[in-house]
């Protein structure tokens, strides 16, 4: 008896434990916890997601204001709604529960106040820290549930950075207990600091360049990783584990002789697949697709492309196609899909206007820049088919913030407003 009763209860703990496990997997699974995503990739895991959006857009469950200025995307994690924003020329980190309640704010670093002013920088929730960046060089750390700065860095200071016209647009990388940051300039090109006590662990060397506004990611291969990065020149391979430049490629040498604009604007961070890079940038810049040598030491040009000069929205890779929106000019632009291997133009339509782009459960969702519509689009290279579509009426300024999906949940962000739409699909909906 004693011993059926001891199997009795390891079976009951057992259960619990995979039921636990399950459960924190699929929450973990629906977050949306850093920029782009899990996986930096632009793309949610989530199913069960409306396919078509009723009459006037899918159901508004809330919505709140007076969160600053700024075009920062929502990061979600562990049922907590993270968003930046612009007071007083300070920048400021909320924390929302599910039902809209604001838990805190705090406020994390000095905003950049000379042109286009307004927070940037999505948090990255990482083991009960949230990591921002403001838009003037600052790093911080707070702790998820209180608000509480951790620690704080002013990297630009501390590093001599260099930045562009519009100050820093970066969104921190976290990865083996680091935090990557890109202050550019004479004395380093990226940094890494311990993620816990903000001690520098590495510098790299300078490319003595200028950052650019794009975000890192992780690439790993065969067993090594490397931070893949764009600054104003140069797309870099940066050895994670000691700030070693791995390569460089002057990405500045691919541009087009019409593209005159003084300082390079790069604003969309690489993908990475299958042994290959690939980044774009807007005002008539290529598009380039790098192949990574075995030994990650080494890259080489595969193709490039002059359609997909996607501004500041973003691109996604899904089946084998990469979708965004080019840049005609600043006001303009069209949606496109090319082939990843080739390059090869499977489409280019026009709708309203340029935007940014996600991907969830076969369907991208298009949020044009021009008017705040946001469609929702069939994932294929066929062509660029809108099933529904709706209007973001709340907040103002430009529709400049990336969508995010987390746990059936549309988060759009226009200004100082935030709205939480409901996109799961019910049983009538199947």
């Not at 069960?48 to 969160?67: N, T, Y």
């Not at 680091?178 to 380093?188: E, L, Y």
């Not at 940094?191 to 992780?218: C, F, G, M, R």
Request: hydrophobic residues 35%; proline residues 2%.
């Amino acid at each position: 008896m004693e011993k059926a009763s001891e199997r009795t209860l390891y079976v009951m703990v057992s259960l619990c434990c995979a039921i636990y496990l399950g459960f924190c997997s699929d929450a973990k699974a629906n977050d949306w916890d850093q920029w782009q995503g899990l996986d930096r990739d632009n793309k949610s895991k989530e199913t069960g997601l409306l396919k078509k959006w009723p009459e006037g857009g899918p159901k508004l469950l809330w919505s709140v204001d007076d969160i600053g200025q700024g075009w920062s995307s929502v990061s979600v994690s562990g049922g907590v709604v993270y968003v930046t924003g612009l007071k007083n020329k300070q920048e400021y980190l909320y924390a929302f529960d599910l039902q809209g309640n604001k838990n805190w704010q705090r406020q994390y670093g000095k905003a950049f106040m000379r042109s286009h002013f307004g927070a940037r920088t999505a948090p990255t929730i990482i083991g009960g820290s949230v990591y921002v960046i403001s838009s003037s060089g600052e790093v911080a750390c707070m702790d998820v549930s209180s608000g509480e700065v951790k620690w704080s860095v002013d990297c630009r200071n501390k590093f001599g950075g260099k930045y562009g016209t519009w100050g820093y647009a970066e969104s921190a990388l976290v990865v083996d207990g680091k935090v990557f940051f890109t202050p550019c300039g004479d004395q380093t090109t990226m940094v890494a600091l311990n993620s816990k006590t903000s001690e520098v662990v590495w510098t790299s060397a300078s490319v003595n360049d200028q950052s650019a506004y794009a975000s890192p990611i992780l690439v790993e291969k065969n067993g090594k990783k490397q931070v893949v990065t764009v600054t104003g020149s140069y797309i870099l391979g940066i050895a994670a584990e000691d700030g070693e430049i791995l390569w460089k490629y002057d990405y500045a040498k691919k541009e087009p002789p019409e593209r005159d604009r003084g300082v390079r604007i790069n604003a969309i961070a690489p993908i990475y697949h299958d042994g290959n890079i690939y980044v774009t940038s807007g005002y008539n810049h290529v598009g380039v697709m790098l192949d990574l040598s075995e030994d990650g030491t080494k890259v080489s040009l595969k193709w490039s492309d002059k359609t997909l000069d996607c501004h500041h929205g973003g691109v996604v890779l899904v089946n084998g196609y990469i979708y965004g929106a080019s840049w005609i000019n600043n006001g303009n632009g069209n949606w496109v899909c090319l082939d990843w291997d080739s390059g090869k133009v499977m489409y280019e339509k026009e709708w309203f206007c340029k935007g940014s782009i996600i991907y969830a459960d076969g369907m991208l969702y298009c949020y044009e820049e021009k008017k705040g519509n946001i469609g929702l689009v069939k994932a294929s290279p066929k062509g660029f088919e809108v099933t529904s579509s709706f209007l973001i009426t709340k907040g103002s300024g430009e529709h400049w913030a990336h969508p995010i999906i987390s746990d059936g949940r549309l988060y759009m962000r226009h200004g100082d407003t935030l709205m939480v739409y409901d996109i799961k699909a019910t049983s009538q909906d199947m």
